[in-house]
């Protein structure tokens, strides 16, 4: 059965820098687009960032733009989230997902906090 | 202030038929397909719909959805206590570039 796993959420301060991995098993990885989604604490879901299948093509919320780099690795069925100039606003559960699709995969999130 | 808008809450007893409405605009529900969500409390969001109205493998057919126009319906029929969740709708948005999801609603079982 597939899997999503994400790590490298931490507390970081405000402009910080911070790399979310999220590590994909049981189903095959680069069949699929591969997405970021938030939710802040007591918040909805908000859509991050996407990837298509082979990384060529990128897409970003306004809230991210120029700040957030989405990629992946194929061949390590990885994907990556790095993170710059963090702001307080951007503390959140992020997860990775392949959003659409069946079957569906979600991860159970890793927790960034941004705070001084 | 979501691009897609959903009622915050809705409710029904066991056993009702309730709907979540999900409006948008031509340029993601009115030209894109649908999805909608289930969180359930300290959960992830597990797929209930996707392309508007087909059900992913394991979900029971208590659940169902529709598309009208720029509006999407989620109904769930015969509702039981384990039910009551977050319910999420999420589209392509053409002119954004990028996914948008509704804000969410919270259903309650009486």
């Known amino acids: 059965e597939g899997q999503l796993v994400e790590s490298g959420g931490v507390v970081v301060q405000p402009g910080g820098s911070l790399r979310l991995s999220c590590a994909a098993s049981?189903?095959?990885?680069?069949?699929?687009?591969m997405h970021w989604v938030r939710q802040a604490p007591g918040k909805g879901l908000e859509w991050v960032s996407s990837?298509?299948?082979?990384?060529?093509?990128?897409y970003y919320a306004d809230s991210v733009k120029s700040r957030f780099t989405i990629s992946r690795d194929n061949s390590k069925n990885s994907l990556y989230l790095q993170m710059n100039s963090l702001r307080a606003e951007d503390t959140a559960l992020y997860y990775c997902?392949?959003?659409?699709?069946?079957?569906?995969?979600w991860g159970q999130g890793t927790l960034v906090t941004v705070s001084s | 202030h979501s691009v897609l808008t959903q009622p915050p809450s809705a409710s029904g007893t066991p056993g009702q038929r309730v709907t979540i409405s999900c409006s948008g605009s031509?340029?993601?529900?009115?030209?894109?397909?649908v999805y909608w969500y289930q969180q359930l409390p300290g959960t992830a969001p597990k797929l209930l719909i996707y392309?508007?109205?087909q059900r992913p493998s394991g979900v029971p057919d208590r659940f169902s959805g529709s598309k009208s126009g720029t509006s999407a319906s989620l109904a769930i029929s015969g509702l039981r206590s384990e039910d009551e969740a977050d319910f999420y709708c999420?589209?392509?948005?053409?002119?954004?570039?990028?996914?948008?999801f509704g804000g969410g609603t919270k259903l309650t079982v009486l």
């Open positions: 997902s392949t959003i659409t699709g069946d079957p569906n995969y």
């Open positions: 049981g189903f095959s990885f680069d069949d699929y687009a």
């Open positions: 990837v298509n299948w082979d990384g060529s093509s990128t």
């Open positions: 031509s340029s993601n529900i009115g030209n894109n397909y």
């Open positions: 392309r508007s109205d």
């Open positions: 999420a589209v392509w948005d053409d002119s954004l570039r990028g996914w948008v």
